[in-house]
């Protein structure tokens, strides 16, 4: 099955069921958009918020699971999914400024399947020589 923007979050909800209130206070705030034009790249920051306050408490397990579902997407989702993961939840998770528990983005790195850890590199590439990240798999 293809994850799609509409079908993307059931399985982190599924994952983490903590996520419940942030995803339903994002869906109140762009309740004018049907759910097929939310802006999932926005809720992104919510999440890498989140894997922060998890690992802050020593919950790697709760961490690792989310990340998998990182890997779904990546691995299964169309492209509106893959660019979410990649310029989303990994871009902000690279974002220091988004780490609001004391964590470092390479504290996260370990919790990284193989297609998590090529766009990780991608990404950090990008910012750090102005690279432009390609998805050399389509």
């Known amino acids: 099955m293809i994850l799609t923007r509409k079908t993307m979050i059931a399985p982190l909800l599924d ?11 994002f869906r109140d705030e762009w309740e004018h958009l049907p759910p097929e034009e939310y802006p999932l790249y926005l809720f992104m920051e919510d999440l890498v918020g989140e894997c922060s306050a998890l690992l802050h408490r ?11 579902v990182l890997e779904t997407w990546l691995t299964q989702g169309d492209k509106y ?14 974002n220091t400024n988004l780490h609001g528990s004391g964590t470092r983005p390479d504290q996260f790195r370990r919790f990284l399947g193989p297609q998590g850890r090529i766009f990780w590199r991608k990404v950090d590439r990008f910012w750090s020589h102005g690279e432009i990240i390609t998805d050399d798999r389509r």
């Open 58 to 68: 020593g919950d790697e397990a709760a961490v690792q699971a989310i990340f998998d």
């Open 81 to 94: 999914v893959t660019d979410c993961a990649i310029v989303g939840f990994i871009e902000d998770m690279q």
């Open 15 to 25: 994952t983490h069921p903590a996520l419940d209130a942030p995803w339903q206070a």
